[in-house]
């Protein structure tokens, strides 16, 4: 006498197990959208002085840094439209800083179309890492972000202009 098999059991049993499995898992997606540097490795651009693309390369020790005298901006090209709240600046290391910082944003590189989003002093210090987080205060859809700065000295650097969202 012959005896079956029941390969469809088997396999229904198997993915069953994968599933019950799988559901124990917690998945939160807007918790790794929010982690993620929507500028790292993106076109920038800048008003003047060294090279934009420093800005955005993810090593804060190159930065840009603009000819000195008045005002200066740093803008990155997000790719497309991106849902944006956080504006993270690193400056390189002490002696080099930004102080008034407005963050505008855009869904078109035309200067004009800019829009102002926040502004205000802050101080890089050895207590902060450098670092400076800007929070907007409601999140915004822009595929373009500048950081305009002033004054502009030898000393007015960004090492990183990250940008993230929800």
Known sequence: MK?????KKRLSIALLAVLLTASSFSFQPGSASASWNK??????????????????????????QPSG??????????GSSQSVQQIVLKSPA???????????TS????????????????????ANSYTV?????NAVNA????????PVSTATTIGELEVYGP
């Open 94 to 104: 002490y002696g080099h800083w930004v102080e008034a910082v407005s963050v505008l």
């Open 107 to 126: 869904d078109s590189a035309d200067d004009g179309s800019f829009a102002a989003q926040t502004s205000g002093t802050y101080a890089f210090y050895s």
């Open 143 to 150: 595929r373009y972000v500048r950081v305009n700065v002033a």
């Open 133 to 137: 987080t800007i929070q907007l205060p």
């Open 39 to 64: 500028a790292l490795g993106r076109y920038a651009w800048a008003s003047s002085g060294s090279s934009p693309a420093n800005g955005v390369d993810g090593v804060p020790n190159t930065f840009w």
């Open 3 to 7: 005896k079956f098999r029941y390969p």
């Open 69 to 78: 005298g008045g005002q200066g901006w740093l803008t990155v090209d997000l």
